[in-house]
T-cell receptor, first 115, second 115 residues
Framework: ETGVTQTPRHLVMGMTNKKSLKCEQH?????MYWYKQSAKKPLELMFV???????ENNSVPSRFSPECPNSSHLFLHLHTLQPEDSALYLCASSQPTSGGDETQYFGPGTRLLVL | AQSVTQPDIHITVSEGASLELRCNYS??????LFWYVQSPGQGLQLLLKYFSGDTLVQGIKGFEAEFKRSQSSFNLRKPSVHWSDAAEYFCAVVAPSSNTGKLIFGQGTTLQVKP
């Protein structure tokens, strides 16, 4: 496979469930990102990982727990979510540069519905 | 605060007509600029980007964008729209001082194409 892949593509979960979203990039990049895309809102950056280290947490509730075991894989562990967490969750990757002139490539997203 | 504005939430054009989508940013210095497109149920695909140099940038699918420093704008254009261009378009910026490549997105513009 090429590019950035995400699984599952669709997920329905109850508020008491625990689930995980997976992202894998085949681009040789060293930075990975989680974004949340809700209806009628701009894309919101959630987490950033550079070389497996978390470099940004954009005030995300603790019911979202990211994990980056290596530069190619990124997970988002979900537990006790709320209905307002229903959204499209997008993963992206890029190759870090010292000046920020890098390009992010996105996966197709996981459409999450919390009941 | 740093921000990106896409003034048009929804635009409808006829197939074959020209298109211009507006994007304005609010930054102290010239940021790095991007346009992404998102088809329904899909992730974001990079159309084009501007880091420096020639202010007229060519992208994929026949799109181009022009950076105008005096107007803090980076408008996206296409001379002749195709029905397959119907999608949502996002302008995004990265602060030149960023060390995380953090993208700030506009609200998006939904493009509808009439036959």
């Amino acid at each position: 496979e090429t590019g950035v892949t995400q699984t599952p593509r669709h997920l329905v979960m109850g508020m008491t469930n625990k689930k995980s979203l997976k992202c894998e990039q085949h681009l040789g990049h060293n930075a990975m990102y989680w974004y949340k895309q809700s209806a009628k809102k701009p894309l919101e950056l959630m987490f950033v990982y550079n070389f497996k280290e978390q470099t940004e947490n954009n005030s995300v509730p603790s019911r979202f727990s990211p994990e980056c075991p290596n530069s190619s894989h990124l997970f988002l562990h979900l537990h006790t979510l709320q209905p307002e967490d229903s959204a499209l969750y997008l993963c992206a990757s890029s190759q870090p540069t010292s000046g920020g002139d890098e390009t992010q490539y996105f996966g197709p997203g996981t459409r999450l519905l919390v009941l | 605060a740093q921000s990106v504005t896409q003034p048009d939430i929804h635009i409808t054009v006829s197939e074959g007509a020209s298109l211009e989508l507006r994007c304005n940013y609010s930054y102290g210095a010239t940021p790095y600029l991007f346009w992404y497109v998102q088809s329904p149920g899909q992730g974001l695909q990079l159309l084009l980007k501007y880091f420096s140099g020639d202010t007229l940038v060519q992208g994929i699918k026949g799109f181009e964008a022009e950076f105008k420093r005096s107007q803090s704008s980076f408008n996206l254009r296409k001379p002749s729209v195709h029905w397959s261009d119907a999608a949502e378009y996002f302008c995004a910026v990265v602060a030149p001082s960023s060390n995380t490549g953090k993208l700030i997105f506009g609200q998006g513009t939904t493009l509808q194409v009439k036959p």
